[in-house]
């Protein structure tokens, strides 16, 4: 069974950082695309970022320059470094696995809830 498991979320203030991790299990990764979605209450899930097996990221406008995503293909890990986070990144934080050409194999993690508040 394929399953993504997030951790890393909390409270920070503005401007502070947080790391989320997503350990995934049950597949080998390595031909899927790993991405970070978020979604804030009464709001749609929207994409963070997303990385390719080969190292190749891409950011939403929102969050280039403060977040990096990262992955670690022998440990199925995935990263998000979030830092100078503001008011706007509250939100619940998913891990996704999208297969790179069957788009039936696309797996969402629990979430995790990431608060920026003062």
């Known amino acids: 069974q394929v399953k993504l498991v997030e951790s890393g979320g909390g409270l920070v203030e503005p401007g502070g950082s947080l790391r989320l991790s997503c350990l995934a299990f049950?597949?080998?990764?390595?031909?899927?695309?790993m991405g970070w979605y978020r979604q804030a209450p009464g709001k749609q899930r929207d994409l963070v970022a997303t990385?390719?097996?080969?190292?190749?990221?891409s950011y939403a406008d929102s969050v280039k320059g403060r977040f990096t995503i990262s992955r670690v293909n022998n440990k199925d890990t995935l990263y998000l470094q979030m830092d100078n986070l503001k008011f706007e990144d509250t939100a619940v934080y998913y891990c996704?696995?999208?297969?790179?050409?069957?788009?039936?194999?696309?797996?969402w993690g629990q979430g995790t809830q990431v608060t920026v508040s003062s």
């Open positions: 996704n696995a999208k297969h790179t050409y069957y788009d039936n194999l696309n797996y």
């Open positions: 049950g597949t080998s990764f390595s031909p899927y695309v």
């Open positions: 990385i390719t097996y080969g190292k190749s990221a």
